[in-house]
């Protein structure tokens, strides 16, 4: 069965850094999408960076663009998010997802088009 597991949470000063890892099992991966949401208290799942099944494609939400670096190793089955010069709006439960579908030539900034998600990790950025 499908499963991903996240990894690389904590708390860390404003200004920071983190790298969060998500291993994924039980589909194969070099051809699915991958994406990193966040969940802040009182607030919707938000799109935070996908990276394309080969690699070669990436995209991120306004807020991170510049500070958050997605990335990808097929071989290894795991996909990375290197966060950067964090603030306390960053601050969320941060999940990985596996795109719903194969070779896609696109990325994803909905949550709909996900269809498996890791458990999350807390993310806490101190002022």
């Known amino acids: 069965q499908v499963q991903l597991v996240v990894s690389g949470g904590g708390l860390v000063q404003a200004g920071g850094s983190l790298r969060l890892s998500c291993a994924a099992s039980g589909f194969t991966f070099s051809t699915y999408t991958m994406g990193w949401f966040r969940q802040a208290p009182g607030k919707e799942r938000e799109f935070v960076a996908a990276i394309s099944w080969s690699g070669g494609r990436t995209g991120y939400g306004d807020s991170v663009k510049g500070r958050f670096t997605i990335s990808r190793d097929n071989a290894k089955l795991s996909m990375l998010l290197q966060m950067n010069s964090l603030k306390p709006e960053d601050t969320a439960v941060y999940y990985c997802?596996?795109?719903?579908?194969?070779?896609?030539?696109?990325?994803?900034?909905?949550?709909?088009?996900?269809?498996?998600w890791g458990q999350g990790t807390q993310v806490t950025v101190s002022s």
């Open positions: 997802a596996k795109d719903g579908r194969r070779f896609t030539t696109g990325l994803s900034i909905s949550v709909s088009a996900y269809d498996y």
